[in-house]
């Protein structure tokens, strides 16, 4: 039994060791907070990606695929009220000197006592006693009440695009001006505002933006939906969690666009969807389950929203969220751009005139899903250790990624067992029909066949097939399944139509 720490820390480590997933510049130190993905981890997001596309662009006729810029024009960002309101409330803790969200602090009732350590877990003997202040939470580091006032920290990564060099500007100005404090934070900032562009923290802007060209391109009808997978940025203040939270990401999201006053069926459908979409590719499926949010925690424009939560080691928390978005964004774009983002159905009546004929602007609800948190709820629903004795008696611990076999990144391996007798030739004639079909498939010869298997288990090949000699003869191979380790003697074409079957 794995308990919450100690899983976290063998997927981390698996995902190194394997090729998986490592943290950015590791060779001079890491940047904390950005990941890279291995041959494995690229192969095992590359498959998730294509089947959420499969599932929301190519089994449907009503949605269609975009791929679009990460930097935007700075009044999208305006428009949609990112610039205005995308941040998180900051805190200091005065006692460990943690920096932590307000909003993701546990809670304590004010006014109520609370006990924490002096100076933080590094000196856990000594406890104190405080008073939860009127803010109604403590630090998640220390529990120590002691806590600076909240303070807004901007979510977006800001850079300037063009030959601008808004410091040295600054300088050329106001360099001989005397300036007041607030003076000089005013002058900065407006320097800094020329020319700014920011990386996108979310992909949905861009399918709002490009409503009209879309609409107009594909000659969609209402209901239809504008789907986008791609790399999101967000400044976090606090990144966690391995890939949970990390500052670059991933994201799959779909703006559905429906008829004002269908958006709760619409809502309720996708929600279903999404959460049948997740499940189908878990051992685990009670991993996942659905919280409405409370009308409190609703977004000013949004009329409905459900996360799908998993139960990641520290508790269940957000995987996906699937949001009703009213009008709000097409409404506000309209008004910024000056564009008619507006939809019109002639075969409907107008309920304002009574008239046929009604132009409205369509209503939204927004799955919006995290591909690298999808994955790493993928790496943990599938990590499995089984205990057994080896050949010689003793204890040994079987390490199996049960990862669906459309997810996992190798497929299927071809294994000779040993490297003369025309095995190997034999082996990588099979990799090759396999890999003809589009199959990443292994050829591996090194190590002992048992060395092999626990590496194939342990990365998640679903398929091992073994080469031996009679298979020169005889055109059978040895298929072995990663799950129950079963192995069957079978034709090769028989091996091989197992393994489409599998992925199809
Ligand atoms: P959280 O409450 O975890 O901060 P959020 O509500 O801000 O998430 P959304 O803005 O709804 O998240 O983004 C949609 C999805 O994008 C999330 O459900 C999550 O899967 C993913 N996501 C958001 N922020 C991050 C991040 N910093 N790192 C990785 N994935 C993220």
Redesign the pocket.
């Known amino acids: 039994m794995n308990t919450a720490n100690d899983l976290m820390g063998k997927i981390i480590s698996l995902a190194k060791r394997r090729g998986f997933v490592f943290q950015s510049s590791e060779i001079y130190g890491g940047l904390k907070s950005a990941y890279d993905y291995g041959p494995l981890g690229a192969e095992l997001k590359r498959n998730i990606s294509q089947e959420w596309w499969k599932s929301i662009v190519y089994e449907r006729s009503n949605v269609f695929g975009i791929d679009a810029s990460i930097l935007m024009h700075s009044n999208v960002w305006k428009a949609s009220g990112h610039l205005a309101n995308f941040s998180d409330p900051l805190v200091d803790c005065l006692n460990c000197k943690e920096r932590f969200r307000a909003d993701k602090a546990p809670k304590h009732q004010a006014g109520s006592e609370i006990t924490y350590i002096e100076h933080g877990k590094n000196n856990a003997k000594v406890h104190k006693t405080g008073t939860v202040g009127p803010q109604g939470y403590v630090c998640p580091t220390c529990s120590s009440p002691l806590l600076s006032p909240e303070r807004d920290f901007r979510g977006m990564f800001k850079t300037t695009m063009g030959p601008i060099d808004p410091l040295g500007d600054f300088v050329e100005r106001y360099g001989d001006t005397p300036l007041s404090k607030k003076e000089l934070k005013e002058k900065l900032y407006e320097m800094a505002d020329r020319g700014a562009v920011y990386l996108r923290p ?1 992909t949905a802007q861009a399918m709002f933006v490009q409503f009209q060209n879309i609409l107009q391109t594909t000659s969609a009808k209402i209901p239809f939906g504008i789907a986008q997978i791609g790399k999101s940025f ?1 400044n ?1 203040i606090i990144v966690e969690h391995f ?5 670059e ?1 991933e ?1 799959m999201e779909l703006e559905f666009f429906c008829e004002p006053g269908s958006q709760k069926e619409w809502l309720d459908y996708w929600t279903q969807e999404r959460l049948k979409w997740h499940q189908s590719f878990a051992n685990n499926k009670d991993s996942y389950r659905l919280r409405q949010h409370d009308k409190d925690e609703l977004a000013h424009y949004s009329d409905s929203c459900f996360d799908i939560e998993y139960k990641y080691p520290w508790g269940f928390d ?4 699937i949001a009703s978005r009213t009008d709000y964004d097409l409404k506000k774009h309209s008004e910024f751009s000056g564009a008619k983002l507006s939809y019109f159905d002639q075969n409907k009546i107008d309920p304002a005139t009574n008239k046929q004929g009604w132009r409205y602007t369509p209503y939204v609800i927004e799955p ?3 591909l ?2 999808t994955l790493l709820c993928y790496l943990l629903d599938a990590y499995h250790e089984e205990q057994g004795v080896d050949q010689h008696g003793n204890d040994k611990t079987r390490t199996v990624l049960r990862l669906h076999p459309k997810l996992a990144p190798v497929k299927a391996a071809v294994l000779p067992l040993v490297k003369k007798d025309g095995q190997p030739e034999a082996a990588e004639k099979i990799a090759q029909e396999l890999r003809k079909r589009g199959i990443l498939t292994n050829f591996d010869d090194g190590q002992s066949i048992g060395k092999r298997y626990a590496k194939h288990d342990e990365i998640g090949t679903p398929f091992c097939l073994t080469v031996d000699q009679q298979s020169i003869s005889d055109e059978k191979v040895t298929l072995r399944d990663r799950d129950s380790t079963q192995q069957v003697r079978v034709s090769t074409s028989e091996a091989i139509a197992k393994i489409c079957e599998a992925l199809a």
Request: aromatic share 10%.
């Open positions: 979310e967000r976090e890939i949970f939270r990390s500052c990401f994201q957000e995987l996906e969220g919006s899903a995290g690298t948190r």
